[in-house]
C-alpha cells in the first residue's frame, strides 16, 4: 500500500472512530441535538479555552521528563515494548500449510523437496509476524539431520514497515508544528522505535548473535547453542539445529526427565552474568519465556538460550567498569567505588568524592545488613549503576541493560529453587573475572590489543628520533646534547637486557610446558 494513501486511511480512521465515540456518548434520543448544544456550550465558555491553554504547558513538563526517563533508561523502553510484542504472539494468526510451503520455497529459491525429506508446515510456534518450523534435512550438515525453520512473514513485516514510516511522517510533522515536539526530539525517538522493531526481524543479525554466542561458549557443558545451517539462511528465514527441549519454568516437565533444579538455577545466573560481563554481548530483553532447557540424552539438564534477535554489548570500558565496581562494591570499599564514577565520567567532574561515597553507602548498606538467605545481588546492582542520579550522573544505557538482564535471570533462578544463593554465586563470578582481568591473562590480552598499533609505531621510531635530534640540536647546548645521548644509550642497554630477559623466560616457560605435556 502507498505511503501517502496509508496516511489519508490513518487519518480517516482518526476522525470516523472519534465521531463514533462521540456519537456513542450522546443520549440515545435526541442525538443530534445533544452533540450540537455540546459543540455550542463548548465554544461559549470562556473558562473551557483558558482550562485548554492552561492544560497543555502542564503536560509539557510531564512529557520532558517522560523522554528524557527514555533517553537515560532506553532498556525500559525497549523492554516494555518488546514485552508488548511477546505478549500478542498469541494473536497473530500463522500462514496455512499451503501459503507456509509458498512463503518457504519462495524464501529458500529452491523446491522444498530439494532440500528436506520431510518438512512439517504447521508452525510449531507463531510470533509476531514470525513462525517456526521443524523439518528433516536431505542431507545432513554438521551431522545435523533434524533442523528448525524461523519464517518471517513477508506480508507482514511490509505492512510494519509501512506504518513506522507512517509514525516517522507524523514525528516529523509534529516537530515542524510543535515547539514541545522539537524539545522532546521525536523524530529521533521514532527513528529509534523503528529501529528497534526491525532489528527483531532481522534474520541474517540473529544468526550472527547466535554463531557468535556459540563461539564464546564452545565447550562449556552448562549450555547449549544450537548450530547455524548458513546455507539455508536467507533475509527471512534461519535455519539451525534443532534441540528438544522444555521451557524452564517448567518445574513438572524438569522434574520428570530427571533435572534437578538447584543446579540448573545456579547455571542461569552464571551463565548470564558471564555472558554479560565477561563477553559483554548478551541478551537484552531475557526473560522465563527466553529460557529453555535441553532433554536430549547427550545434552540433557543444558541451558538452551532461545531468540537471538535483540542483542547488546557492552565496550570494554563498560564492562571493566561493572565488574570492577560490583567486586568494590561486594567488599563495601564506596570510596574506591566513587573515584570509578568519576574516572568513567558518570558524574560531573566537580561532584564531591566523600558526598558519592556517602549516597552509595547509605544506598547498599540495607542489602548487607539483610540475612543471607534474603540477600539478593540484582537490586544491590542498581544502585551500582543508579546511585550517581542525585548528582545528575548518568550511567550509559547498555550497563543499565545488563543489570536488566542479570536481575531478570537471578528472578528465574530463585522462581526455579528458592534456597539458591544467587548472592554468592554472582560474587564468585565477578570476582573470577575481575581476577583474570589483573592476572597475567589480562596482561597478555591487553597487550594483544595493542600490538597492531605498536607494529606500525615501531618503524617510526628512528625517524621521530633523528627529528627530534635534529630539533633539540638547534636549540640545545652542547652538554644537553651530550647529557641526551647519554640517556639514549642507557636506555637502549636497557631495552637490551629486557628483550633477552623477555627471550630466556619464554624459553623457559616453553620447555617447562612442554615437560608437562610429556
Known amino acids: 500500500m502507498p505511503p501517502l494513501f496509508r496516511r489519508l486511511l490513518l487519518l480517516f480512521h482518526a476522525l470516523r472512530y472519534g465521531a463514533r465515540l462521540i456519537w456513542l456518548a450522546a443520549p440515545p434520543d435526541h442525538k443530534l441535538h445533544w452533540m450540537i448544544e455540546l459543540i455550542a456550550r463548548v465554544h461559549a465558555s470562556e473558562r473551557s479555552g483558558q482550562q485548554l491553554h492552561a492544560l497543555l504547558p502542564a503536560l509539557g513538563p510531564l512529557a520532558s521528563r517522560f523522554a528524557q526517563t527514555l533517553a537515560g533508561r532506553p532498556e525500559l523502553a525497549s523492554g516494555t515494548l518488546h514485552d508488548a510484542l511477546d505478549a500478542i504472539d498469541h494473536m497473530e494468526v500463522p500462514l496455512s500449510p499451503e501459503d507456509s510451503a509458498l512463503a518457504l520455497t519462495r524464501a529458500f529459491g529452491r523446491p522444498l523437496a530439494e532440500l528436506f525429506s520431510a518438512v512439517d508446515l504447521v508452525p510449531v510456534r507463531s510470533g509476531f509476524a514470525e513462525q517456526t518450523h521443524f523439518a528433516r534435512l536431505a542431507t545432513p550438515v554438521k551431522g545435523h539431520r533434524e533442523v528448525a525453520i524461523k519464517l518471517v512473514r513477508a506480508q507482514q513485516l511490509q505492512q510494519i514497515g509501512d506504518e513506522l514510516a507512517l509514525l516517522r511522517w507524523v514525528a516529523r510533522w509534529l516537530e515542524k508544528l510543535s515547539r ?157 567505588l566513587a573515584d570509578m564514577h568519576r574516572d568513567a565520567g558518570h558524574v560531573p567532574q566537580d561532584t564531591r568524592a566523600e558526598m558519592l561515597e556517602a549516597e552509595l553507602r547509605t544506598r547498599a548498606e540495607a542489602h548487607f545488613a539483610a540475612a543471607p538467605e534474603d540477600r539478593s545481588a540484582g537490586p544491590l546492582f542498581d544502585h551500582l549503576l543508579h546511585g550517581v542520579e542525585p548528582f545528575d550522573g548518568r550511567v550509559s544505557g547498555p550497563l543499565a541493560t545488563a543489570q536488566r538482564s542479570f536481575q531478570q535471570a537471578e528472578m528465574l533462578g530463585r522462581s526455579l529453587h528458592p534456597g539458591i544463593d544467587t548472592w554468592s554465586i554472582t560474587r564468585g563470578v565477578l570476582a573470577d573475572i575481575a581476577r583474570r582481568d589483573l592476572d597475567h591473562r589480562g596482561w597478555l590480552k591487553r597487550l594483544s590489543y595493542e600490538l597492531p598499533h605498536l607494529a606500525q609505531m615501531l618503524p617510526r621510531v628512528p625517524q621521530l628520533a633523528v627529528r627530534y635530534l635534529q630539533q633539540h640540536d638547534r636549540t640545545g647546548t652542547p652538554r644537553q646534547n651530550a647529557q641526551l645521548f647519554e640517556d639514549l644509550a642507557r636506555e637502549y642497554r636497557r631495552t637490551r637486557w629486557l628483550l633477552w630477559a623477555c627471550v630466556v623466560c619464554g624459553g623457559i616457560l616453553g620447555a617447562g610446558m612442554m615437560l608437562l605435556a610429556w
Request: net charge negative; with cysteine; aromatic share 8%.
Open 180 to 336: 514541545i515536539a522539537r524539545k522532546l526530539q521525536l523524530r529521533a525517538l521514532a527513528q529509534t522505535f523503528t529501529d528497534d522493531i526491525l532489528r527483531r526481524f532481522d534474520l541474517r543479525a540473529e544468526a550472527a548473535n547466535l554463531s557468535q554466542t556459540g563461539h564464546h561458549f564452545d565447550g562449556d557443558k552448562r549450555i547449549v547453542v544450537p548450530d547455524v545451517i548458513w546455507d539455508l539462511c536467507t533475509d527471512h528465514t534461519l535455519t539451525m539445529q534443532r534441540v528438544n527441549t522444555l521451557p524452564a519454568s517448567d518445574a513438572p516437565g524438569l522434574h520428570a526427565h530427571g533435572i534437578k533444579l538447584a543446579p540448573l538455577a545456579a547455571h542461569i545466573v552464571e551463565v548470564v552474568a558471564r555472558q554479560a560481563f565477561e563477553h559483554g554481548f548478551f541478551h537484552a530483553t531475557l526473560d522465563a519465556r527466553h529460557v529453555r532447557v535441553s532433554i536430549e540424552p547427550d545434552t540433557r539438564g543444558r541451558l538452551v538460550l532461545a531468540d537471538f534477535a535483540i542483542m547488546a554489548t557492552l565496550s570494554s570500558g563498560e564492562r571493566e567498569f561493572f565488574v570492577h565496581g560490583a567486586t568494590a562494591l561486594f567488599d563495601q570499599d564506596y570510596a574506591r
